[in-house]
């Protein structure tokens, strides 16, 4: 019997070279999986290392930041093991990624439909003209109207939801095991936000992928996930299902994140709930708890030690030396 696991990080720890010399861990001991046919969140504030955790999974990172130390397992196989033209099969075909701003990942000089067409000519031995005719067939499932027409349209001159569907039709044109979406609903109005959420879902249903979403919107993370890694400061905070993180968060973070989401019936004489403080500069992490200087828990304890990621019970890991007394 297969693992239940497509994707297992075990341990990942990033390593960045600073200009003063020293060495920082941007992704630090980051350790989770992603279940076969579920969706994943990895959620957190913008610098908290979730898009450079999905670009370690598909062997991307940026000049001067390397793998110090860690697995990454994919069906069995350690990513970080294999030799590049084995990377580059899976890369894009077993493993496709959305990315976070659609007119920076494609080509301004290359119609979308070619660019498309250019993944599947990479992985399947097709013609040009078999290519084209998926091509166009993905752009009619992802809801983008005159297909045909679009499939020799530049990236400026589609509107920012057509050119997000453009990248989901490139990522999953190739019908991945896996497809890591990183901040898909960027700079999109809700209205096509919730219409790239449903067709994510739709797709998933209908080819049992495995999605992991990279995400701040705590909202998506209600539409679409099945489970939830809370990220800070390079580390995951706390894991657990969707359900267990909206009805019981227990890590001071997650608590705050979830009580700065607007309500409807909300207390409108009040301010929105904030997060003091911010989040710690790269190399300059407290040398105990990372959220020590944010949180109105924290005692000697937590400013001089780091607290483990362990189980509260029912699977529900939390980085907190007293969950309980927080909530």
């Known amino acids: 019997m297969a693992d239940e696991n497509l ?3 075990d341990g990942l720890r990033d390593v960045l070279t600073l200009k003063n010399g020293e ?4 992704v630090d001991g980051v350790s989770f999986t992603v279940p076969r046919s579920k969706t994943v969140g990895l959620v957190g504030e913008s610098g908290c290392g979730k898009s450079m955790t999905a670009r370690t999974v598909m062997r991307i990172l940026d000049k001067g930041i390397s793998v110090a130390e860690g697995h990454i397992t994919f069906d069995g196989e ?4 294999l030799p ?3 990377m580059r099969d899976i890369r894009g075909n077993r493993i496709a990624m959305i990315f976070q701003e659609p ?3 494609l080509n301004p000089s290359i119609s979308v439909g070619k660019q498309v067409r250019e993944a599947i000519l990479l992985h399947e031995k097709v013609s040009r003209a078999e290519a084209k005719e998926r091509v166009i067939q993905m752009f009619r499932e992802v809801g983008i109207p005159e297909a045909e027409r679009r499939y020799k349209s530049y990236p400026h001159q589609l509107s920012g939801g057509l050119r997000q569907r453009i990248c989901i039709a490139m990522g999953m044109i190739c019908n991945p095991d896996l497809l890591i979406a990183d901040e898909p609903t960027t700079a999109l109005d809700v209205t096509v936000e919730a219409q790239i959420l449903e067709l994510m879902k739709r797709l998933q249903r209908e080819s049992g992928m495995s999605i992991l979403i ?3 919107n705590l909202g998506v993370v209600a539409d679409i996930c099945d489970e939830v890694n809370v990220m800070y400061a390079g ?3 706390e894991h657990a299902t969707k359900a267990e993180i909206f009805n019981r968060p227990l890590h001071p973070y997650t608590i705050g994140l979830m009580d700065a989401i607007p309500r409807v019936n909300g207390d409108m004489e009040h301010d929105l709930h904030t997060i003091p403080g911010t989040v710690p500069a790269l ?3 407290p040398e105990g708890c990372r959220f020590c200087t944010r949180c109105p828990f924290a005692d000697e304890r937590c400013r001089t030690q780091a607290p483990a990621l362990e189980d509260a019970g029912d699977g529900h890991l939390v980085r907190c030396f007293k969950p309980q007394e927080v909530r």
């Not at 350690?78 to 093991?81: F, I, Y």
């Open 7 to 9: 994707l297992v990080i």
């Open 23 to 26: 060495a920082a861990y941007p």
């Open 214 to 216: 990279i995400t701040h």
């Open 84 to 86: 590049e033209p084995k």
């Open 283 to 285: 190399g300059n992490f």
């Open 235 to 237: 580390q995951i905070v």
């Open 103 to 105: 007119m920076t990942a």
């Open 78 to 81: 350690d990513l970080l093991a």
